[in-house]
């Protein structure tokens, strides 16, 4: 009797055969499961790295935008002050140099043009620290510019910042004061000799009225617009930015 000892070799290379394919697609399966899974986990951590880099840029952000309010709110405290420290000594200065004019006494002349040069001279240092903190606003509006939403709305809160120190030179400019003045009582400003000419002593008390109620309207005109154009166009600034930083 024959046997047939072709089938169950042939059966046992093709067990053996499908064991070692189901092997290597066990092996290919796995290193490609790995390979995906590396993958995957180098894109989740590039991904976490990103948000994370962008949190940090964020907060950085955040942190730059408290500091310049910070600094803009340190300012609007001493800005107001200065427009007041200049331009009311300036006004004093103008108004003592008309009072001399209208004394008889060189001694009482003198009174007041030494009064009217301490004036100046407070003027003039007012000026310089006048002039250090409008140099630190302008910088600090320069930082606004770049780290807040650069928008019309942000445009229109500043805008009117820079016209506050045209407002003032304008309303109390030395000359236009001046001329004010001499046209209040004709001549005072004029040339001293046509001065002496037409000055009337009997008349000397009316005209100091004139120049004290002058002199009281210009201050109260300093502190409306420093109230008004000063206080209140940078605590509208500041508001604006405070709720601008709670929306980064």
């Known amino acids: ?68 309010f910070s600094k803009l709110k ?13 331009y009311q000594s300036r006004i004093s200065a103008v108004s003592q140099e ?8 060189e001694e009482n002349q003198k009174i007041h043009l030494e009064e009217a040069r301490n004036m100046l ?3 003039h240092e ?3 620290l006048f002039a250090q903190d409008r140099r630190e606003l302008y910088e600090i509006i320069g930082s606004i510019l770049i780290y807040f939403p650069n928008n019309p709305e ?12 045209t407002t003032f030179e304008s309303e109390f400019n030395s000359e236009q004061m001046k001329t004010e003045l001499n046209n209040l009582i004709p001549g005072i400003f004029g040339d001293l000799i046509s001065w002496a000419a037409t000055f009337d002593p009997s008349k000397a008390g009316e005209n100091f009225g004139k120049i004290d109620k002058w002199k009281s309207d210009k201050i109260r005109k300093t502190n409306e617009l420093a109230a008004q154009n ?7 600034l500041l508001n604006y930015l405070q709720a601008e930083i709670h929306l980064t």
């Open 1 to 68: 009797m024959d046997i047939n000892i072709t089938s169950p070799l042939t059966t046992a290379v093709n067990l053996t055969l499908n064991e070692s394919i189901w092997s290597v697609l066990k092996y290919v399966a796995l290193y490609a499961a790995t390979g995906f899974a590396a993958l995957l986990g180098v894109y989740l951590q590039g991904r976490s790295t990103i948000q994370l880099e962008k949190e940090r840029t964020k907060n950085l952000k955040i942190q730059r935008q408290t500091e310049i």
């Open 154 to 165: 942000l445009h229109r809160k500043i805008s009117p910042i820079y016209n506050q120190i």
């Open 121 to 123: 001279a407070k003027t």
């Open 98 to 105: 008309a009072a001399a004019r209208l004394h008889t006494e």
């Open 74 to 86: 340190g300012i609007q405290s001493a800005l107001p002050q200065d427009y007041l420290n200049t």
């Open 230 to 236: 000063v206080c209140q166009q940078l605590v509208d």
């Open 126 to 128: 007012n000026s310089k």
